[in-house]
């Protein structure tokens, strides 16, 4: 089992629709969680930290469940500048961090 | 703000010639990463220092890659010599020591290896 796992993509959804992300870790004793986002041929960028309690950032939502060691990013109101690659980030052990394979959103006119 | 600075951004060069890739992370940032990303296999941790000592480099794939960080400022990553299969985007990324502290990243450096 990979120690992050992500949807398998690409996600295509016009303007303006909803699309949720999914995300499961391995190691349970992980504490820190992000969802970062990456444009074609550009490094990583963080997007949001993902908070216990869930945490909202304008359109974007994220939600953790520890029991189950799952992770979630819902985009709500699609922009075409939504587009890009969303990848899962989950600390390992101190300041190690392993990145999900990344889910591609298109988002369509 | 200065961001994490890699340079070169592209690097073409042929089989077997040594290949060096630098990067200076965010000032005050303790952590420092250097990472390689492929279509086939994604982003990959190959190394990482915390307060310039070498934590964990179980993700170098072998003994032609070495890394060293000399001082809080710089960071090397060298491949020598160099393969085909080096071919990838490497990117140096750094953050505060904290395991709830994200990673900022370098622009990266294209690498094709010919």
Request: charged letters at 20%.
């Amino acid at each position: 089992r990979k120690e992050v796992e992500q949807d398998p993509g690409p996600f295509n959804v016009p303007e303006g629709a909803t699309v949720a992300f999914n995300c499961t870790y391995s190691n349970s004793a992980s504490q820190s969680f992000f969802w970062y986002r990456q444009d074609c041929r550009k490094e990583p960028k963080l997007l949001m930290s993902v908070y216990s309690s869930g945490n909202e950032d304008g359109r974007f939502t994220a939600q953790l469940n520890r029991a189950s060691q799952y992770i979630s990013l819902l985009i709500r109101d699609s922009k075409l500048s939504d587009s890009a690659t969303y990848l899962c980030v989950v600390n390992y052990q101190g300041g190690k961090l392993i990145f999900g394979q990344g889910t591609e959103l298109s988002v369509k006119p | 703000d200065a961001g994490v600075i890699q340079s070169p951004r592209h690097e073409v060069t042929e089989m077997g010639q040594e290949v060096t890739l630098r990067c200076k992370p965010i000032s005050g940032h303790n952590s420092l990463f250097w990472y390689r990303q492929t279509m086939m296999r994604g982003l990959e941790l190959l190394i990482y220092f915390n307060n310039n000592v070498p934590i964990d480099d179980s993700g170098m794939p072998e003994d032609r890659f070495s890394a060293k960080m000399p001082n809080a400022s710089f960071s090397t990553l060298k491949i020598q010599p160099s393969e085909p299969r080096d071919s990838a985007v490497y990117f140096c990324a750094s953050s505060l020591s904290s395991s709830n502290q994200p990673q900022h990243f370098g622009d990266g450096t294209r690498l094709s290896i010919l």
